[in-house]
């Protein structure tokens, strides 16, 4: 359905009588949730009418009321890449993982696969690589991950779409 939208958020219950819902965020930016902005839905586009995040709840326009709110349980909340870079701001060192996706992952001059998706487990992001193909023809590995710390990740270049990293092909060679 939302082909190029990312999973923000995604609504719960009903809680009170005027149309306000429990949210859960799946998104490392919270500041781009402002009273007035209009996100992609399974159920349609919907306008933040009110939030309150130490709570955790949310209210649309054209929903105050519970019985109109229920309708929205479970709804699932998506951003656009312009829509997510104009809403959130970035650090030093950040970046959004799609533009990190996609990514040529080198290790000194050495091309060892690209970036095929991020997965987050516990605190740590890790970075699923499908492995370059002569390592894979060298008996390899066809994909692996990588912490996506310090410690194997020295720089992100999203305009030249590569990751400099250290010791990944240790990594590799272990899977």
């Known amino acids: 359905m939302i082909n190029d939208d990312s999973l923000i958020a995604q609504i719960g219950r009903t809680i009170g009588l005027w149309g306000d819902l429990k949210f859960h965020l799946h998104t490392d930016f919270p500041e781009q949730f ?24 949310i209210r649309f326009t054209g929903y105050e009321s519970i019985d109109s709110a229920k309708k929205l349980t479970n709804t699932k909340l998506y951003a656009n890449e312009e829509q997510t870079k104009e809403n959130c701001d970035l650090k030093e060192g950040q970046h959004f993982w799609f533009d990190v996706i996609g990514c040529a992952l080198k290790q000194d001059d050495e091309v060892i696969g690209v970036v095929e998706d991020i997965q987050r487990m516990g605190d740590t992001d890790y970075l699923l690589i499908n492995t370059a193909d002569i390592l894979v023809e060298a008996g390899l590995s066809k ?32 899977s």
């Open 34 to 57: 402002k009273v007035g902005n209009t996100y992609k839905s399974n159920r349609g586009d919907l306008t933040i009418a009110d939030i309150n995040f130490t709570r955790g709840i």
């Open 143 to 174: 994909t692996f991950l990588i912490p996506y710390i310090d410690r194997y990740v020295i720089n992100v270049d999203t305009e030249e779409k590569v990751v400099f990293t250290r010791d990944a092909k240790d990594i590799l060679e272990a």
